[in-house]
């Protein structure tokens, strides 16, 4: 046997994350591993070479890639280290998961379309449920098919309003072991992005409910991170509790997340009120990651003390991060974990809490008055 050379099952073990000889020779069969060469007594010896090849095959494979992209990375970048062009290879991993999420998501409202029909739009002729049998979720064949059902399906939307409560029931999951008031507070958010699969992105603390009732009540401080959030707010129904709107980034003209971000960091004024927030106030974070990275640190710090928060800044990577932090305190929280948020999202997290604590008076004369 050739010196330094290793028969496959040392290369299996070389290389570990769970490699097997079975699939060393499958790879060989799909041309991703050149075929090695033999010792007198015909077993494949493999190099140093071969085990670099390999740990990259296993390291593209744990990040998602199907092994036709990986042949096509190996045939461009044949010497590259596992560590070179990551950023590109997971850029093209990314675009590959969009595309999918895309097909998924035409499938998807092709289906919220026909099952989200009210009762009085529910039009379903013998034709469509047979184009329903047609329809097929890995491709957009199925699709093209129910365009031309459309027209004779949206006639009865003429008639009537939309009964958002009707569909909701149908597309919802099943809801049932959740509290009454998260039910509600969850089809708010839905109703409020128009995406059912932001479902499984809302995340509540043990307790949120409970803490957000107890600090409304007791005409708690309502702390938001711009102007914003603070018009969307349902203000006849705050102010009737008695509860005071603060905003920190405190600018009129400051509408996007990218503005509230940039802001937030130039003009120290707005980071030094923070700590002064009262205690067992309700912080509402919609746009800007760094003001939640900044609450995280106080909250951590024992700066503040927040009976709630209600965190979803939009961002792509200090968004994710400073939600991951804030489920890591003993603060109460609602967020929507990863990149998903925005204002819109925020203020009706809170507005749902608000709505399920007292009827929307009919007067606005609340507007008019001082919270004194």
Known sequence: MNAGCLTIKELTDAVG??????????????GLLPQPVRSPSNYRLYTKKDVLRLQRIVALKQQGFQLN????ILEVEPEADTTVNLMGQLQLQYRAVMQQISQLRQTASALEGLLGRDRHCQI?????????KLLDVETQAGLG???????GLDAEIHTHSEAFSESLQRLLPDLSNRSEIEQHLISQLVLACGDVSLVSFVKLSRGAIAASREALSSRCQIVVDTQTVAAALDQTRLLHLGCHIETLIDNPHITTATEAEVAFWQHRKWRDKLPQVSKGCILVVGYAPSVLVEVCEAITNQKIQPALVIAMP?????????KRQLMQQEIPFITVAGTLGGGALAATALNALVESLIDKPDCHCYLNQSNS
Do not use: C, D, K
């Open 17 to 30: 994350g769970g490699l097997t000889p079975r699939m060393v020779r499958h790879y060989h069969q799909l």
């Open 69 to 72: 992209h990986i042949r096509n």
């Open 124 to 132: 379903m002729q013998a034709e469509v449920l047979a184009q329903l």
């Open 145 to 151: 098919g129910l365009e031309n059902l459309w027209s």
């Open 314 to 322: 939009i961002g792509f990577s200090h968004a994710p991060a400073a």
